[in-house]
T-cell receptor
Framework: GEQVEQRPPHLSVREGDSAVITCTYT??????FFWYKQEPGASLQLLMKVFSSTEINEGQGFTVLLNKKDKRLSLNLTAAHPGDSAAYFC??????????????FGKGTSLTVIP | GPKVLQIPSHQIIDMGQMVTLNCDPV?????FYWYKQILGQQMEFLVNFYNGKVMEKSKLFKDQFSVERPDGSYFTLKIQPTALEDSAVYFC?????????????FGPGTRLTVL
């Protein structure tokens, strides 16, 4: 089945610096990719979902890059601020033979932004 | 935005006892999921549920596990009897439709500790 590796497990950056979190996956048939943010004690909140045909996706204060050749997905936070401190999870969507979507998650990255 | 609620947030029980974890999904959603996350590890898929039936389950979904959603109330995960290795955070998710791009909305998790 799908294997998703996420790095780094912990990341500390200064306010205003960029932060990069990367996931690699194994199933070349994976089509949909998600980044979630989780603040302590809260639910996972969707940051962005990307479809495999789009390599660069921009959100507010971040960019998601997809490299299908390398099976690599990255989340780049530009100019991080303390409110970005949270756990971030990537998820890769695979369709089972029944047609149902299952998510395969990375282990998460704990990001700390130092003021 | 839409919220998934989980009750309780923490549960401590003795090994061998039964436990029921409750999920209040987004009101118009039709597909429901449980995930298990052991501390420091990946979130892993347990089961998905639609129209009163388990559609798919992983090998983590042991015979001691069961799910139901009687009369549109809580979507529950029952473990009977519990084992030490069941200690984890359990996340519930719901989505409005099946499909490749359907976003799953997550609850904040229930931390289960089996002593």
């Amino acid at each position: 089945g799908e294997q998703v590796e996420q790095r780094p497990p912990h990341l500390s950056v200064r306010e205003g610096d960029s932060a990069v979190i990367t996931c690699t996956y194994t199933d070349p048939n994976s089509y949909y990719f998600f980044w979630y943010k989780q603040e302590p004690g809260a639910s996972l909140q969707l940051l962005m979902k990307v479809f495999s045909s789009t390599e660069i996706n921009e959100g507010q204060g971040f960019t998601v890059l997809l490299n299908k050749k390398d099976k690599r997905l990255s989340l780049n936070l530009t100019a991080a601020h303390p409110g970005d401190s949270a756990a971030y999870f990537c998820a890769v969507s695979a369709i089972c033979n029944t047609g149902y979507q299952n998510f395969y998650f990375g282990k998460g990255t704990s990001l700390t932004v130092i003021p | 935005g839409p919220k998934v609620l989980q009750i309780p947030s923490h549960q401590i029980i003795d090994m061998g006892q039964m436990v029921t974890l409750n999920c209040d999904p987004v009101s118009n959603h039709l597909y429901f999921y449980w995930y298990k996350q052991i501390l420091g590890q990946q979130m892993e898929f347990l089961v998905n549920f639609y129209n009163g039936k388990v559609m798919e389950k992983s090998k983590l979904f042991k015979d001691q596990f069961s799910v139901e959603r009687p009369d549109g109330s809580y979507f529950t995960l029952k473990i009977q009897p519990t084992a030490l290795e069941d200690s984890a955070v359990y996340f519930c998710a719901s989505s409005p439709r099946r499909g490749d791009y359907a976003e799953q909305f997550f609850g904040p998790g229930t931390r289960l500790t089996v002593l």
